[in-house]
């Protein structure tokens, strides 16, 4: 199991060495010129080619991957365009509010869209399963930009219970979560229900209510057991869409975490920020997936037979 | 002696100072004799009196809250004068920092004495000497001396980021220990506005050199005269600011000064009517709704750009001066107004913004007549019209107005498609490439003179850059431009800006269309708000009503 784990984070290292290349691509690619962005409208053009010179901007494409790539693996990932600040100091403190937020919108996405959907596919074609259908679909349909200032103007406004932005303390987090975690959440109900449908009606299941097992046991202990295996690989991939989703959300709530850092720097033909901001969300997601087919080992026992068992035979060899 | 050791201690000691005695008398005279009451009561009344005499001293005006939390757009790109020219940044620099000149909060078109008490014109101005005030404090301490604005003003001019400013100014000298020289390239009448500017804002000469020494951003850790400083900068989140204590002109009324960035307009306007901002720059729907609301005042001016149309007068087929004034005369600019900027815009009937010296109320451009219009593009050879791109930046500031722009022009057969980009798209392929065909757009003046905005857009010297874009290259023109900064008497520039509107009208490489107003909103408690065109407020003079 370990050598399998190494062997994965190995495996990131060429994944993030391509997301690199790509963005660097595209980003060069893309119209505008930095040095017009930091400068401003009514600079002379002298000035504008004189700063294109001294940030490197004339060098081939080539020639200026290779510096990056060699300055990254260094742990230089260069100054911001537009603050010429470090842009991992900058990364660095923006990061923990997103991952703050898509991990807090991931667990409120499994605390109800786990149990609905369980609820939904034992109690099929009732009021109650058609009500999560209906909840999953407006879930599912409306914008998160919409739902934010929905939110906000409930609670903030009208209620005024919770406030509508900045990141001083907990409190400011429980709408932005909310937001961010209505198309997972959504996604999780669809998917729970639609495999515990199926798990449920397999033999072993009726077989165990043949044997008198409490309703409790068979629901949670034989069926969701098996409906999870599909269920968090979504968790796993709705993890990165949070992560994306967080950039409107932040917007919206005023959170200085990537999502918001990003949009600027795009805006601002920001290119270090931009390439690193998209390098350490490529980072994250697969870290994540990492994790999930880690667990997947440990729900699955086919698969723990095969990797920790394998493992633990070949430790004793 | 109160008086002293209020100055020499500062209040809060001399408060703590009365309440411990006034603790030590009481156990002292516990039995309670008429003599030791008296005491009590004198030192009782003494440390109730002495905080509020002193304060009364000290403070501009009390406040009855002493904190703004002030929403912004965008966070602040650089705190050092030299290497910052956004407006954003320059409101939260114009309470870090000073300038020889400033304006009159209560009035921003009078200049007033700043850091300089008093300037002098050389004969033939070209040169302008400012004496210092003495006794300035920085917030680390220094004296400002001449020392500290020769090197702030001459840092500044060698940045790139004060060009669009600086074409007057040859060199700054230090004349002695208070007194500084400008010597300019020509007679500038704009000298004085130019630096109001906060990229002319003076910087601790020590601090400056004692951060690059350290490898320490100064830009990230600045050090002024201003009336607050800076505590902590929460980088896309929060710049958080205390006052000065000792600021040349009395300390502030509000202590803490916390600029927030809130990047959504939306969420800005609801947090200013829930109460979490006392004030927000960027209202940008529901006027009225805001306007409606008791707790929420509002005040208004209007601004220093212009918004035109740009036509590309050297490619493509805006090259036919006919077809230029057809959409001239094509246009109703009131309805832009009403459709593109709801009604909160003075219609621009010169190519200046109409808030600046050198705008002629009395100057008539094109009146809308369609007949006149068409006869126009037929005699070009378009009896029928043409398809045309606008070039345009994606934002709804520009697109609304474009919007009716486009309405408009279908009557006489123009259709417009809009080819919409970000802003750097929008100023690498338009402003610099210049592969458009048309374009509408806003230009801000820099200074508050029509100079700013007709040498940016007109004169050939400025072709390329994102400045003159259209390609419009007259001699006459450039030298009519270059006369009117010459000249000191007003109603002789006025003069010379007519004829240079006058053959603007005739040419149309751009179209003026109107002067943006701007509008804030903000808690109705905190007073002495006055309005100003490019966001200089003087915090230092506002507080909070009870």
């Not at chain 2, 486009?406 to 498609?417: A, E, P, V």
């Not at chain 2, 004169?459 to 006459?476: D, V």
């Not at chain 2, 040419?507 to 490019?534: G, M, R, S």
């Amino acid at each position: 199991m370990f050598g399998y784990i190494v062997k994965r984070l190995v495996m990131i290292f060429p994944v993030i060495l391509g997301v690199s290349f790509i963005i660097f691509t595209i980003v060069n690619l893309a119209p505008g010129d930095p040095a017009m962005m930091i400068l401003g409208e009514g600079a002379k053009q002298e000035e504008y080619e004189a700063l294109r010179e001294e940030m490197g901007l004339n060098d081939p494409f080539f020639v200026r991957y290779f510096h990056y790539v060699a300055d990254a693996l260094q742990g230089n990932f260069g100054k911001s365009y537009r603050t010429n600040i470090p842009v991992f100091q900058e990364i660095a403190c923006r990061l923990p509010y997103t991952v703050n937020l898509a991990v807090t919108s991931t667990l409120i996405a499994i605390i109800l869209g786990l149990p609905i959907g369980v609820l939904s596919a034992v109690k099929q074609y009732t009021a109650s399963d058609n009500a999560a259908i209906g909840v999953s679909l407006v879930l599912t349909s409306m914008p998160d930009f919409w739902f934010a200032m929905m939110l906000i103007l409930l609670f903030s406004l009208k209620l005024r219970l919770l406030p509508s932005l900045g990141v001083e303390s907990w409190r400011h987090f429980i709408l932005p979560a909310i937001a961010n975690s209505a198309s997972t959440m959504a996604s999780l109900l669809r998917m729970t229900r639609s495999t515990m449908l199926e798990v449920i009606r397999q033999d072993y299941v009726r077989t165990a209510r043949a044997k008198g097992a409490k309703e409790s046991r068979v629901v949670f202990g034989h069926s969701l057991r098996n409906a999870l295996l599909p269920v968090v690989t979504v968790i796993g991939v709705n993890f990165g869409f949070s992560l994306g989703g967080a950039i409107v959300v932040e917007q919206v709530f005023a959170i200085p975490g990537l999502g918001q850092l990003m949009v600027n720097a795009i805006r601002a033909k920001d290119t270090p920020m931009v390439i690193a901001s998209v390098l350490f969300a490529a980072i994250i997601v697969s870290v994540i997936n990492l994790i999930v087919d880690i667990v997947y080992v440990y729900i699955d026992p086919r698969l723990k037979s095969r990797y920790v068992t394998v493992g633990a035979k070949r430790a004793m060899s | 002696m109160v008086g002293l050791l209020s100055t020499c201690l500062g209040f809060d000691a001399v408060e703590e100072i009365f309440a411990l005695l006034s603790v030590f008398v009481h156990y002292m005279f516990k039995e309670g004799s008429i003599v030791r009451k008296g005491i009590c009561s004198i030192l009782l009344v003494l440390f109730t009196l002495v905080p509020a005499l002193g304060e009364g001293a000290l403070l501009v005006k009390e406040s009855a809250k002493d904190s703004l939390l002030w929403g912004v757009n965008s966070e602040a790109s650089s705190l050092d004068p030299s290497t910052s020219k956004d407006t954003i940044t320059h409101m939260m620099m114009y309470q870090i920092y000073d300038a020889l000149v400033k304006e009159d909060p209560e009035d921003y078109a009078k200049l007033i004495p700043g850091l300089a008490e008093r300037w002098e014109f050389s004969d033939d101005r070209c040169e302008v000497t400012f004496y210092l005030r003495h006794g300035v404090k920085f917030h680390n301490g220094d004296t400002m001396t001449a020392d500290d604005v020769f090197f702030s003003l001459q840092r500044s001019l060698e940045s790139s980021y004060s060009s669009a400013i600086s074409g007057a100014i040859d060199h700054f000298e230090k004349v002695d220990e208070m007194a500084v020289k400008c010597v300019l390239k020509y007679p500038s009448s704009l000298i004085l506005d130019i630096l109001t500017n906060m990229t002319y804002g003076i910087v601790s000469k020590r601090a400056v050199e004692e951060a690059q020494a350290a490898g320490v951003d100064f830009a990230r850790n600045p050090c002024g005269t201003g009336a607050y400083k800076m505590v902590a900068w929460k980088s896309g989140d929060a710049l958080s600011l205390e006052r000065f204590d000792d600021y040349y002109d009395g300390p502030a009324a509000i202590k803490n000064l916390t600029y927030k960035v809130v990047p959504d307009p939306a969420s800005g306007a609801i947090a200013l009517e829930n109460g979490t901002l006392d004030f927000y720059l960027v209202v940008t729907s529901d006027y009225n709704y805001m306007k409606g609301l008791d707790h929420i005042a509002w005040v208004k001016c209007p601004g220093v750009g212009l918004y035109h149309i740009t036509f590309n007068v050297t490619q493509g087929i805006f090259s036919d001066k006919r077809l230029r004034q057809a959409v001239a005369y094509a246009l109703n600019r009131d309805d832009i107004v009403l459709g593109g900027a709801e009604g909160y815009a003075e219609v621009a009937d010169c190519l200046a913004p109409t808030s600046v010296f050198g705008y002629l109320s009395d100057f008539e451009w094109y009146r809308q007549d369609l007949d006149k219009a068409k006869a126009l593009l037929a005699e070009a050879g378009y009896p029928n019209g043409f398809d045309v791109v606008f070039s345009m930046h994606d934002d709804s500031d520009y697109m609304k107005p474009a919007e009716v722009v486009q309405d408009q022009l279908r009557k006489i057969g123009i259709n417009i498609t809009f080819d919409k980009m970000s802003r750097a798209a929008f100023l690498e392929n338009v402003g610099g490439k210049r592969n458009f065909v048309a374009s509408l757009r806003m230009v801000n003046a820099t200074v508050r003179d029509a100079d700013s905005v007709l040498t940016r857009r007109f004169h050939s010297k400025m072709l390329g850059g994102g400045n003159n874009y259209s390609g419009y290259s007259n001699p006459e023109v450039d030298a009519l431009i270059e006369q009117a900064r010459v000249v000191f008497d007003k109603e002789d520039r006025r003069a010379i800006y007519r004829k240079v509107y006058e053959t603007l009208r005739e040419d149309v490489p751009l179209i003026p269309l109107f002067t943006n107003e701007i509008l804030v909103f903000f808690n109705a408690k905190l007073k002495n708000v006055y309005p100003h065109p490019v966001y200089r407020y003087a915090v230092h003079g506002m507080y909070f009503d009870k």
